[in-house]
DNA sequence: ATGGTAGAAACTCTA
């Protein structure tokens, strides 16, 4: 089984490419992020003709976040249950015997405003309400966009970045925190090449000059681990006319 | 110290 995740930044916009990834990478899930469509404009006649079903949580211009499947996916959470929040960043769906959360974790903008504070209180809600998922659901993978650079590797330039948002000890902390739960960063299950990112700034040519960072992640529990045989980024899509500025992910499961 | 780009939408906010 193919997993992947993709943050889009807006279906309207990037549609064809992804309709073009589908295509040629075949993944059975993919999760997008940063859809920033309501629901009724979601595109979801043109994924069913391409095979594929799709959950989607979305509002409009901001978030919004989805979940595409050949196989149906049932028992849909569009939300962490009890944490308060408008923005629609969360959307869990079980796909066979796997558990799938989709995450578009905040930005931060940065360190010391508000929007940092309430990134750091929504992953701190994201991982209690995980520990319990996993009870639940042993087979899980949580996907997406963290908006967190985990290690000094996934930092082109970690001296600049070193207590930046994004590269911030504290968010760091909350992305340990979820790997404490069991969880493996399935990238880091195989050797990389040096460099791998996953967002390259739209500004100062970030992305020909390689100034990237790695936020975006394949997160597998303990029991869905070993089943895991490849995780790669496909730099691909980032290069073609009009990118998202996100490059996807995507791993194979042995289940 | 600032601004550079992109998207959506509305002349600004978010990333």
């Known amino acids: ?40 404009n979601f595109s979801a006649g043109e994924l069913a003709a391409a095979g594929y079903h799709a959950l989607h949580s979305g509002q ?8 595409l499947s050949r196989a ?4 849909a959470i569009l939300a962490v249950p ?13 796909i066979g015997k796997l558990r799938v959360v989709c995450l578009y974790v905040p930005n ?8 940092y504070r309430y990134k750091l209180e929504w992953l701190a809600a994201v991982t209690a309400w995980l ?25 082109h330039d970690p001296k600049a970045w070193e207590g930046q948002v994004l590269f911030s000890a504290p968010e760091r902390k909350a992305f340990q925190d979820l790997l404490a739960l ?3 960063d399935s990238f880091r299950l195989f050797e990389q090449p040096a460099n791998s990112f996953t967002w390259w700034d739209y500004r100062m040519n970030a992305f020909r000059r390689k100034m990237g960072l790695r936020i975006d992640h394949i997160l597998v529990s303990a029991s869905l681990a070993p089943a895991c045989r490849v995780c790669s980024i496909d730099v691909e899509p980032r290069r073609v006319e009009r990118p998202s500025d996100h ?4 791993a194979d499961l042995d289940i």
């Open 82 to 94: 009890g944490f308060e929040d408008s923005q629609k960043r969360v959307l869990a769906a079980s």
């Open 182 to 184: 069991g969880f493996k």
């Open 131 to 155: 520990k319990r998922e996993l009870t639940s659901f042993p087979q899980l993978a949580v996907v997406g966009d963290y908006n967190i650079a985990p290690e000094e590797r996934d930092v």
């Open 108 to 115: 931060g903008q940065s360190v010391g405003s508000d929007k």
């Open 247 to 250: 490059a996807p992910v995507w």
């Open 72 to 75: 149906k996916a049932g028992d």
């Open 60 to 67: 409009k211009t901001y978030n919004g976040v989805a979940i």
């Open 1 to 40: 089984m193919r997993l992947a995740t993709w943050n889009v930044n807006s279906l309207k916009v990037r549609l064809p490419q992804v309709l073009d990834w589908l295509k040629l990478h075949q993944p059975d899930i993919l999760c997008l992020q940063e859809t920033k469509l309501e629901d009724a």
